[in-house]
C-alpha cells in the first residue's frame, strides 16, 4: 500500500512539472509572438539591379549598417527590374505582410499605386514617383531629395571656372527628377554668368558608361569647357571623357576618385546620400509621421546632400568663395530655385 501512494505521489509530481514546463512554454510563446509584433516589416523594391549604381550599393550599404543597429526593423532589398516583375512582386510582399513597402521611381509608381489599392493598411514609400495626384492617394507618400539646392551649387562651382562660357550637362532621362537638377544647375550657372551657354545632353539610359563618354565628348567638341553628368552608371563614362579632354567636371552621386587618379578636373559633386533619406522617411514612420497622400523632400537640413569639393579639387578661391555665399543665401531662403529647367 506504501509503495502504491508512492507511486502515485511521484506521478502527482511529475504531472504538477509537466504543466509548470507547458506554463512556461506558452509564456515564451506569447512573448515570441509579442516580440514578432514589435518588428516593422520593411520592403525596398529598385527597378535597377542593386549594384548598378554607386548610389545603391551606398544605399543597401547603409540601410544594412541600420538594420544592424534596430532590432525594431526587417528590411528586405529586392530587385524588380522589368516591367513584368513590378506589380507581381510588390504585391508578393503586401501578401506577406510587409508593414512598409517602398518603391522607386516613376516607372514603378503605376504598379505602386495599384497594389496600394488593394491594401489600405500597408504604408507605401515613393521614391520619386512623380505621381500625379498624390492627394488621393492616403496610404502612399512621395519622397525624395532636394536636388535643386546642390544643383545650383553645383552650376555656380562650373560658370565661375568657365573661361569659354560654354558648358554642358548629360542627364539619365528626360524625367522631372533630372530636369529639376538641370534647373538647378541652370540658374546656379546664370546667377554667375547671365550669358553663358549651357547644353544639354540625354543618354535615355542609367547603366551605360559608353553613352555617356560619347555624350561627355560631344560636349566638349561644342566648346564646353566644364561638363557635368546626373546620369547613375551612365555618368561614369561621362566622367571619363573629362578625365580624357582635361575637361573640368561637375559630379553627382558620388566622386569618381579612380577616373580622376591621373587626371584630376573634378570641381565638386553633389552628393547624395540616398541611405540617409530612406532611413529618414523610415524612421518617420516609425515616429508616426507617416504623410500619405504628400510628397516630402528631404535636403541639405537633414544632412542628405551637400554639394562637396575636395581640398585639393582644381578650383580657384573665387569658387570656394562664390559656393560658401550661395550655400549661405539658400540656408537663407535668399534664393528660391524653380524645377522647371530654362530649356533643354
Known amino acids: 500500500m506504501f509503495k502504491r501512494k508512492s507511486i502515485l505521489a511521484s506521478i502527482l509530481i511529475l504531472s504538477i512539472a509537466l504543466l509548470a514546463l507547458t506554463g512556461c512554454a506558452g509564456t515564451n510563446k506569447a512573448e515570441d509572438n509579442k516580440d514578432a509584433k514589435d518588428i516593422t516589416k520593411i520592403a525596398f523594391v529598385s527597378d535597377q539591379a542593386l549594384d548598378a549604381s554607386e548610389w545603391l550599393v551606398n544605399l543597401v550599404k547603409g540601410i544594412n549598417e ?27 510582399l503586401a501578401e506577406q505582410g510587409y508593414d512598409v513597402i517602398i518603391t522607386t521611381y516613376a516607372s514603378i509608381a503605376e504598379a505602386t499605386i495599384s497594389v496600394a489599392k488593394d491594401y489600405p493598411d500597408i504604408k507605401f514609400g515613393s521614391l520619386d514617383g512623380t505621381i500625379e495626384n498624390i492627394e488621393n492617394y492616403k496610404n502612399i507618400q512621395e519622397f525624395g531629395l532636394n536636388r535643386t539646392e546642390t544643383a545650383y551649387l553645383g552650376g555656380v562651382a562650373a560658370a565661375t571656372m568657365s ?4 558648358v554642358g550637362i548629360v542627364g539619365g532621362m528626360d524625367e522631372p527628377i533630372i530636369n529639376a537638377i538641370i534647373a538647378g544647375w541652370q540658374q546656379g550657372l546664370r546667377s554667375v554668368n547671365e550669358n553663358i551657354q549651357d547644353y544639354v545632353s540625354y543618354a ?8 555617356g ?19 547613375g552608371g551612365t555618368g561614369a563614362g561621362t ?19 579612380e577616373i580622376f587618379k591621373v587626371n584630376n578636373v573634378e570641381l565638386g559633386s553633389a552628393l547624395n546620400y540616398f ?5 529618414a522617411f ?3 514612420i516609425l515616429d508616426g509621421n507617416f504623410k500619405g497622400g504628400q510628397r516630402v523632400d528631404y535636403g541639405m537640413d537633414k544632412g542628405v546632400c551637400e554639394f562637396h569639393m575636395y581640398d585639393d579639387a582644381p578650383v580657384t578661391e573665387e569658387v570656394r568663395q562664390n559656393v560658401a555665399a550661395a550655400l549661405e543665401k539658400i540656408k537663407n531662403k535668399e534664393i528660391t530655385i524653380s524645377t522647371e529647367p530654362l530649356h533643354k
Request: aromatic share 8%; no cysteine.
Open 66 to 92: 541600420y538594420q544592424a543597429n534596430h532590432e525594431n526593423v526587417e528590411i528586405k532589398m529586392i530587385e524588380a527590374i522589368q516591367t513584368s516583375e513590378y506589380e507581381p512582386k510588390i504585391r508578393a
Open 239 to 257: 566622367a571619363q571623357a573629362a578625365a580624357e579632354t582635361g575637361t573640368y567636371f561637375v559630379a553627382w552621386d558620388t566622386h569618381y576618385d
Open 204 to 211: 535615355g539610359t542609367w547603366t551605360d558608361p559608353t553613352t
Open 213 to 231: 563618354k560619347d555624350l561627355g565628348l560631344a560636349l566638349v567638341d561644342k566648346g564646353a569647357d566644364v561638363i557635368a553628368a546626373a546620369a
Open 275 to 279: 541611405d540617409v533619406m530612406v532611413i
Open 282 to 284: 523610415i524612421e518617420d
Open 163 to 166: 573661361e569659354s562660357g560654354v
